[in-house]
């Protein structure tokens, strides 16, 4: 299983980002798909989870109206829009998928947000 996350950079508080993360290893379309974040200093923390039927569903509640996860199966992409970002959510985050008793976790890539 591999999960490659791009799209991060740097915005100023209001400004937009889209995150993909590209997954391999596993049949896609079968899996529900993760998005966290860490900030620094901070313990890891769930964003967002999508199904496999492609509903989201546990959007944390301080990026709800802000932040859509989506999916796209035929090209075993996952994406996180962000909109209306704000300096808190300045993180690294991650996609992740849980896979035959495992979790697995790409890279992360950074979101830098200024005020």
């Known amino acids: 299983v591999q999960l490659q996350a791009s799209g991060g950079g740097s915005v100023q508080a209001g400004g937009s980002l889209r995150l993909s993360c590209v997954a391999s290893?596993?049949?896609?379309?079968?899996?529900?798909m993760n998005w966290y974040r860490q900030a620094p200093g901070k313990e890891r923390e769930l964003v967002v989870t999508i199904t496999s039927a492609g509903s989201p569903i546990d959007y944390k509640d301080s990026v709800k109206g802000r932040f859509t996860i989506a999916r796209d199966n035929a090209k075993n992409t996952v994406y996180l829009q962000m909109n209306s970002l704000r300096p808190e959510d300045t993180a690294v985050y991650y996609c992740?998928?849980?896979?035959?008793?495992?979790?697995?976790w790409g890279p992360g890539t950074l979101v830098t947000v200024s005020s």
């Open positions: 992740n998928t849980p896979y035959r008793g495992l979790n697995y």
């Open positions: 290893g596993f049949i896609f379309r079968f899996n529900a």
